[in-house]
């Protein structure tokens, strides 16, 4: 099974709705994170978490919103998705020690918004 | 900034040697990753290097000159499975400051 795991796998949808993204961890890392990457741009930071009680926004957060309900499960919402929200999402983790941790990735949810 | 510069695309031959080259904002920095990831997967771990000079891992090496803001990535005895876009990841001070680069996109090709 895999360490990271991200629900759904693929998903479409339409302008206006509401989605969530989720993710679990079987690694016992505090830190999660949620990227979106787009065709030329990298990997872009939109929310992390450092604990359960810590929530920081990243990069391009506008937009977005997330949960840490359990050290293991952290999901990402778009509570209004638009077109330009359409991307390959991945959650992460990493242990302790600050950002010399790599960071292990879930397998991507495939987000297309019509 | 903390613009990461890597090449966007290299193209190299079955069985050679390829050198991915990547340059990086020196100030505030701690170290530099390297990810790999194929075609609509997730990056995974390679290396990270935070002390000058060469880490050798099987057919992958890495190289950082921290003076220089330089690192590469040696690919040795290329294979077709190692076609893939290979990530430059700069890791600086503060709580979390991971900066990715946009990837070099490796063709590996008979």
């Known amino acids: 099974d895999a360490d990271v795991t991200q629900t759904p796998r693929n998903r479409i949808t339409k302008t206006g709705k509401r989605i969530m993204l989720e993710c679990s961890q079987t690694?016992?890392?505090?830190?999660m994170y949620w990227y979106r990457q787009d065709p030329g741009l990298g990997l872009r930071l939109i929310y992390y978490?450092?604990?359960?009680?810590?929530?920081n926004k990243g990069e391009i957060s506008d937009g977005y919103s997330v949960s840490r309900q359990a050290q293991a499960k952290f999901s990402l919402s778009l509570e209004s998705a638009i077109p330009n929200q359409t991307a390959l999402y991945f959650c992460?983790?990493?242990?302790?020690?600050?950002?010399?941790?790599?960071?292990?990735f879930g397998d991507g949810t495939r987000l297309s918004i019509l | 900034g903390q613009n990461i510069d890597q090449p966007t695309e290299m193209t190299a031959t079955e069985g050679a040697i390829v050198q991915i080259n990547c340059t990086y904002q020196?100030?505030?920095?701690?170290?530099l990753f390297w990810y790999q990831q194929h075609a609509g997967e997730a990056p995974t771990f390679l290396s990270y290097?935070?002390?000058?000079g060469l880490e050798e891992k099987g057919r992958f090496s890495s190289f950082l000159s921290r003076s220089k803001g330089y690192s590469y990535l040696l690919l040795k005895e290329l294979q077709m499975k190692d076609s893939a876009s290979y990530l430059c990841?700069?890791?600086?001070?503060?709580?979390?400051?991971?900066?990715f680069g946009k990837g070099t996109k490796l063709s590996v090709i008979p």
């Open positions: 690694k016992g890392h505090d830190r």
């Open positions: 978490s450092f604990d359960v009680k810590d929530i």
């Open positions: 992460a983790t990493s242990g302790a020690g600050g950002s010399n941790q790599p960071q292990h």
């Open positions: 990841v700069r890791s600086g001070a503060g709580s979390y400051q991971l900066t």
């Open positions: 020196t100030s505030g920095f701690n170290g």
């Open positions: 290097n935070v002390l000058d």
